[in-house]
T-cell receptor, first 112, second 113 residues
Framework: SQTIHQWPATLVQPVGSPLSLECTVEGTSNPNLYWYRQAAGRGLQLLFYSVGIGQISSEVPQNLSASRPQDRQFILSSKKLLLSDSGFYLC???????????FGDGTRLSIL | KQEVTQIPAALSVPEGENLVLNCSFTDSAIYNLQWFRQDPGKGLTSLLLIQSSQREQTSGRLNASLDKSSGRSTLYIAASQPGDSATYLCAVSASGGSYIPTFGRGTSLIVHP
């Protein structure tokens, strides 16, 4: 069976510090991978998606970036965090057209 | 641009009631519609996926219907239980593009004993 892992579960970072969130998928190959941010009262916002190694599409201009160094690994990064980067970050995967999306347990990021 | 709306935003019902959650979307050219459940502080769990050629899907006490022409879907929960308390989100994948789903803001459901 397939599983998706996200870590850390919670993170408290000062403004201006760097960020690295990691997501890995097991039990499948060549998944589509997604990073979402969920802020209170604002719904689920797609940040990045990837259809293959090294292929990243950005949906929202911001100080965040994503990388996919391996087939089942997706990393969300920032060089300098802003207060507005606080939120709940979710990684997801699917097998493409007409396949359900599966989510990790998320990372709660608080910026001080 | 696809827009997805869920009504009501919040719902509180006594245990045992049958209930209906609504989802509407603006562009009827879709690949599929998914319903998800999200428990507090957790990720989303896929409940049902209805392809554009289908009218409904069922899983246990859950039944989801799709009316593409009117841009609507309903999630029917039979004999609700306190364990059904969660936020329910629908997501629509539009055809003719990247099929990446657009999410509604969800309906927060509380089932009290």
């Amino acid at each position: 069976s397939q599983t998706i892992h996200q870590w850390p579960a919670t993170l408290v970072q000062p403004v201006g510090s760097p960020l690295s969130l990691e997501c890995t998928v097991e039990g499948t190959s060549n998944p589509n991978l997604y990073w979402y941010r969920q802020a209170a009262g604002r719904g689920l916002q797609l940040l990045f998606y990837s259809v293959g190694i090294g292929q990243i599409s950005s949906e929202v201009p911001q100080n965040l970036s994503a990388s996919r160094p391996q087939d089942r690994q997706f990393i969300l990064s920032s060089k300098k965090l802003l207060l507005s980067d606080s939120g709940f970050y979710l990684c997801a995967w699917d097998r493409g057209y007409n396949q359900p999306q599966h989510f990790g347990d998320g990372t709660r990021l608080s910026i001080l | 641009k696809q827009e997805v709306t869920q009504i009501p935003a919040a719902l509180s019902v006594p245990e045992g009631e049958n209930l209906v959650l609504n989802c509407s979307f603006t562009d009827s050219a879709i690949y599929n519609l998914q319903w998800f459940r999200q428990d507090p502080g957790k990720g989303l769990t896929s409940l049902l996926l209805i392809q554009s050629s289908q009218r409904e899907q069922t899983s246990g006490r859950l039944n989801a219907s799709l009316d593409k022409s009117s841009g609507r879907s309903t999630l029917y929960i039979a004999a609700s239980q306190p364990g059904d308390s969660a936020t329910y989100l629908c997501a629509v994948s539009a055809s003719g593009g990247s099929y990446i789903p657009t999410f509604g803001r969800g309906t927060s459901l509380i089932v009290h004993p």
